[in-house]
Structure formats: C-alpha cells, structure tokens
C-alpha cells in the first residue's frame, strides 16, 4: 500500500517524551518531572482565568495586546518588540522554520533543551551540537562548530537538564564571536531563579544589536505550563517575521487573561523563587550527603548523577514504586543521571527520603 511519505529526515527525530503523571497501581503521584513550578500559580492568575469564562465564544486579542503591555511594563521593554506565543516551543518553531531550512546549520550544545533540535530538524536544518565543558556550554565548542550555513545558535541560560549557567561575560563572547547574520536565540526559560548576581537574561545583548532574541516563559516559576504562554523580545526585524508566521489567534483568551494578572502578583513570584533556591540547596546537599552527586542548578530542578546507567535507572523504579515520577535523561545522553524538579515542602521530603532508602539499599 502506498501512504503519503514525510520527508525523510522527520524520522529522525525521536518525539519528544513529556514528564509522565502516571503510574500503574499507584493513587498518589508526585510529579517532578517536568520543571513546573511547585508553588502553583498566583490565586488572581487561576481567578481571572475563571472569570473569562462567560466569553469563550470570542476569538482571543490575535496581537496578545494587553499581555505584552503588561510584560513591558513589569520588565520595562517595548511592547512592539514583543511577540506571544502557545509556549515559547511555539516560537523556538517559528524561529527554526524563518531562519533554518534545507541547506542551513543550526547550533546548540550537546545538552541543550532537545526541542532545538526536533524544531531545528524539522525545519530542515542540520542541527550540530556543540560538545559541553563539565556538562556547561563551552563557547568556544560552539564558535567552533560555526560554518557559513549556520544561521541560528540556541543556548538556554541556565540549562535545562544541567542546571548550569553561562556568566554574562560569556553570553557577550558568545555574541561578538558570532558572525552577524547568525541569530542568537537566548532561551531564559528558567531566569526567575537564577540568585547570581550579574546574570542578564538576554535583554542587553538583545539591545545591543539586530541578532540576538531572547526566550522567555509563563510555564516555569509563573506555574501556568497548562495554558502555554511564552514570549520573546527581539529586535524589530525579528517581531516583524514572527508576526507573518505565528498562529493568528496562538494565545488563548484564558491564558492571556492568567498571565496579565500573574504578572502583577510579585509577591507571589517572590514566595515561589525563596521556596526554590531553599529547597533546591536542602535538597541538593540531602543527596550529596547520601552519596549522589548533584550537579549545581540554577533553575527549579537538579541534575542527580548516579554514576552508572544501570543505578540511575534503578533509582528511578524505586522512585517509580512510591509513586514519584521524576525524569530520566537517556534522551540527552546522560542516561547516569536523573532530572528532579523542585517540588512543594512535602514533595522534596518525599523524594529525599525515598533516594535516602534507594542509597542504603545500594551499601
Ligand atoms: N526552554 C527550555 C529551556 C525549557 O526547559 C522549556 C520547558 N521544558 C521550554 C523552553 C518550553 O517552555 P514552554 O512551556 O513555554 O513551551
């Protein structure tokens, strides 16, 4: 029989596995597997949402207007040269398909996000990955990795699945070792809990020049991963290709609406970064302390590292068997390793305790 054919490269790319929220026989789950913020999202966000309710029969605002006002005015940006988008997956998309394509390199580090590369391979781009520095970027792996095919680099600062940061001093190395047709996409998924003083999630460079973007997200410490909203704040020339491209209506009527009214809740978000960068240290020295070593993060999650495949994949069944789902990182190449997001009080209890067990079991 014959059947319509993809081209082939999209069967390269293996589909991205989300953070699972089940497990066989077990009622109570904790999930730690996909960096949501554990502090829920701010009472007003979940109102509003409530409240647009009555008016779901309209199409939402197509320019996200009023959202981007108000990301001007808590960040202090221009609101024109911001775009929305359903996550910033929708505009890590967009970005590959404008600027990527047959014939064209796309550049991230060896474990960056992965969806840089599904997104990149898509577009029909070659995406290399540049080899890391004690699981950090090495810039000058990527400086080196550049051809005159390369159009568009991608580094997330921090890290996700290694938690590690690049100082602001690199970001400008980066950027000026760049020839200036290649775009710089600095993805700041997880900048609200970054403590390190210094750290720039990507607006100065973005204004320093026509090339680099940077790519924010309501899904991480806002905690509204379940109505996807992301941004990016650009150069003029960039917003203006977004805004040929993207979904006409991408940001839904509720997920404007949460987001507007997170945004005015700081006191929130100040509780949700405080309960981070403290458990994420409890929790990080609790499994130094039982022998696992953690990588340092400086996001909501940490990179566990059991030394051997065969021990991380038994600690993640253990973790399994009480119910905690956490995630296994084989598909970024460190299949040693386990990703545990920060959860509520309890939840970090949970997981240190059941890893405290795991260990004993292993003496
Ligand atoms: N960038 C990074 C580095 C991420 O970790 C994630 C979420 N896993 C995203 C982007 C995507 O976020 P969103 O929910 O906004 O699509």
Redesign the pocket.
């Given at each position: 029989m014959t059947a319509p054919r993809p081209r082939p490269e999209i069967l390269t790319i293996d589909a991205y596995v989300a953070g699972q929220s089940k497990v066989q026989g077990v009622n109570r789950i904790i999930k730690l597997s996909?960096?949501e913020g554990a502090f829920g999202p701010a009472p007003a966000a979940q109102e509003a949402y409530r409240r647009v309710a009555a008016e779901i029969h309209r199409y939402p605002d197509g320019g996200s207007v009023a959202l981007r006002e108000a990301l001007g005015k808590r960040f202090g940006l221009d609101p024109e040269r911001i775009v929305c988008g359903t996550?910033?997956?929708?505009l890590?998309q967009h970005l590959c398909h404008i600027y990527g394509g047959p014939g064209t390199d796309i550049i991230m580090s060896m474990h960056g996000?992965s969806?840089y590369q599904i997104s990149g391979t898509y577009a029909g781009s070659r995406v290399l990955k540049a080899p890391e520095r004690n699981l950090t970027t090495d810039v000058d792996a990527i400086l080196a990795a550049v051809t005159p095919d390369t159009r568009i680099v991608f580094v997330?600062n921090p890290?996700?699945p290694t938690g590690s940061l690049l100082p602001q001093s690199e970001m400008e190395r980066l950027r000026a070792g760049l020839p200036p047709e290649v775009l710089l996409a600095i993805?700041a998924?997880?900048a609200e809990y970054v403590t390190e003083p210094g750290y720039d999630p990507g607006v100065k460079l973005v204004d320093a020049g026509e090339n680099t973007v940077m790519?924010r997200?309501?899904?991480?410490v806002y905690a509204l991963?379940g109505l996807?909203?992301?941004w990016c704040y650009a150069p003029a020339s960039v917003t203006d290709v977004l805004n040929r491209v993207r979904g006409v209506f991408n940001v839904n009527l509720g997920a404007q609406a949460a987001a507007i009214a997170a945004l005015e809740e700081q006191g929130w978000i100040d509780c949700a970064i405080a309960h981070n960068t403290e458990f994420r240290a409890k929790l990080s020295s609790f499994l130094e302390s039982v022998g696992i070593k953690v990588w340092p993060s400086h996001g909501n999650f940490i990179l566990a590292d059991f030394g051997t495949p065969a021990r991380a994949e038994a600690a993640d069944a253990f973790l399994r068997g009480r119910g905690i789902i956490v995630r296994g990182m084989a598909a970024y190449d460190l299949p040693h390793c386990l990703r545990i997001t920060i959860g509520n009080g309890e939840e970090c209890a949970l997981v240190a305790d059941a890893l405290g067990s795991f260990m004993a079991g292993q003496r």
């Open positions: 996909s960096n996550g910033s997956d929708e890590i996000f969806m997330a890290n996700n993805d998924a997880y790519l997200t309501f899904s991480k991963g996807r909203v992301g």
